[in-house]
């Protein structure tokens, strides 16, 4: 009987295991607010750790070493009573093949993350409603780590995470919250699974499959070939830039992947377009033209 038992709960792991897609760090930092009760921060990272990890975002069976990683990274900077005013950073990586390298896909920070909490609330989200900015914004976030991850594996793969993650924008545009609509010029929510979706910018989606999935994933087996893919990859997003207000894929890809691009092309092999993907790099992100001089 005893046995049948830890059967039974083994399976029953087993299965709980395998509806996580998500391996997320969910960290609460809360140094700045003063006061004694620190409790309600512990409770809500306690809390959130457990919806992200334990919630199956998709119909799929995912091992545990298929997991996502990532770590969403939320900064109090103020509480009065329930409410609380924060920025949220969303970081994910991938494995490429072949190594133990895990790439970075996205490093995101949302500077207006307000939200209200009760500690001890339940977790709960509706997707045909809007209830709570905390819970629309993790549930939002988790599904735009699905879908730029999935994306970097198969052509536009992400793209019924990248749909969910709409509807979550939709559904929360009745708050009325500026972070949810459409703003001119503000690199938002709206505007980050807008250029997502957009098909003028679709171009962005196909190199991050090339860049990562013909690019990264074959240096293990041609190291030259997949350079010169990588290379090609990025010089491909010139092709969008322009043709939206503020370039917030091209600033997300760059964010994201700067450090990566640098260690690629400071050594050899070179690669026929060097220099053209030093002028693009430079065009497309200036801020990083500290690093951009280390390229060769």
Known sequence: MRKLVFLSLLMFSISVMKSQE??????????????????????????LSEFVNQTKWTNKEVKAEERIDCAFTIIISSRDANTFKATLQVQSTRPVFGSTYASPI???KDNDFNFKYNEFDPLIYNKNSFDSNLISTIVFYANIV??????????????VYLKEAQNVMLQAQ??????????????????????????KLSAYRNTTYNYH???????????NIAKQTIEDAVISLESIYNKTVGNYLIRTFF??????????YSD???????????????KLSPNNNSKWKDIK
Do not use: H
Not at 22 to 47: I, M, P, W
């Open 268 to 282: 050899g092999p070179a690669t026929r377009n060097q220099n053209k993907l030093i002028e693009v790099v430079r």
């Open 22 to 47: 998500l391996n997320c760090l969910v960290t609460v930092n809360y140094n700045q607010v003063q006061g004694s009760n620190t409790q309600v921060f512990k409770t809500l990272e306690n809390s």
């Open 213 to 223: 999935r013909n690019g990264l994933d074959k240096l293990v087996t041609d190291k």
């Open 106 to 108: 996205l490093n995101l």
């Open 174 to 199: 009745q708050s009325g919250l500026a972070s949810w609509q459409n703003v001119v010029g503000k690199q938002n929510r709206f505007l980050l699974i807008d250029n997502f979706l957009s098909p």
């Open 255 to 264: 964010d994201a992947k700067s450090d990566e691009i640098v260690n690629l």
């Open 146 to 159: 699905l879908g730029a991850d999935a994306d970097t594996f198969k052509n536009k793969g992400g793209e």
